[in-house]
């Protein structure tokens, strides 16, 4: 089992759609995932509860509190999960810290905004006191916009911080499918916001060491 922490200490970078999206993205590549949301605002937690209207109630999705993480990881470790995503709340405390320290991996959502890149090493400064690998996602970028992520990528590698390959753009569809207790993965149509999606999905499943097989919808572990 693989346990990716969502993590920024700053609000209103994405965070929640990441986790659900990624999640989301698993499940439908036949994988066993879930969603834990450790923020006390329980936005994943409520996205969930738009979603009952599902046959499939698909990722699992629980709110879990820092004392009984660890508990909850096992939990799912025994029962044949196979990724757990965490979304952490918008700010530095004891709850995202814990779950950087118990994560194999780290993304850090970060906005194309000098707010976002003030805060952006102080969560990467976490993720390698822990020893553990942070990895920044530029999120809600301007479409057609190529400047957003040179000066990103630039400001990140000033952190020593890597930069995901993928580059996820301000789409209505992200928007619009969350009121929805969906994700852009969901859609039937094609979009571009599914596209990115698909596309940072399959970057993970490398850096993770999951073998998809798309043909057949099989995760394999």
Not at 80 to 95: F, K, Y
Not at 114 to 121: D, T
Request: proline share 4%; net charge negative; hydrophobic share 45%.
């Amino acid at each position: 089992m693989k346990t990716v922490a969502i993590a920024m200490q700053k609000g209103g970078v994405g965070k929640s759609m990441l986790t659900r999206s990624i999640a989301v993205a698993a499940a439908h590549d036949g994988l066993n995932s879930a969603v834990f949301d450790m923020d006390p605002q329980q936005t994943s937690v409520m996205w969930r509860l738009r979603r009952a209207h599902l046959a499939q109630q698909l990722p699992v999705t629980d709110f879990v509190p820092e004392l009984n993480l660890v508990d909850e990881l096992e939990r799912m470790r025994d029962a044949g999960c196979d990724l757990v995503v965490i979304d952490t709340p918008p700010a530095r405390s004891s709850e995202a810290l814990c779950a950087v320290e118990h994560a194999d991996l780290v993304l850090i959502p970060c906005t194309p905004s000098i707010e976002s890149y003030e805060q952006v090493h102080r969560t990467s400064k976490a993720a390698r006191m822990a020893g553990k690998r942070s990895i920044a996602v530029l999120n809600l970028a301007t479409p057609n916009s190529q400047t957003e992520a040179r000066v990103s990528r630039a400001v990140f590698e000033s952190f020593e911080l890597e930069m995901a390959p993928v580059v996820l753009h301000r789409r209505a569809q992200h928007r619009d499918a969350g009121a929805e207790g969906l994700t852009a993965i969901d859609a039937i149509t094609e979009s571009k916001a599914k596209a990115e999606i698909g596309k940072l999905w399959t970057w993970l499943c490398s850096e993770l060491s999951f073998q998809v097989n798309v043909a057949e919808g099989e995760g394999l572990r």
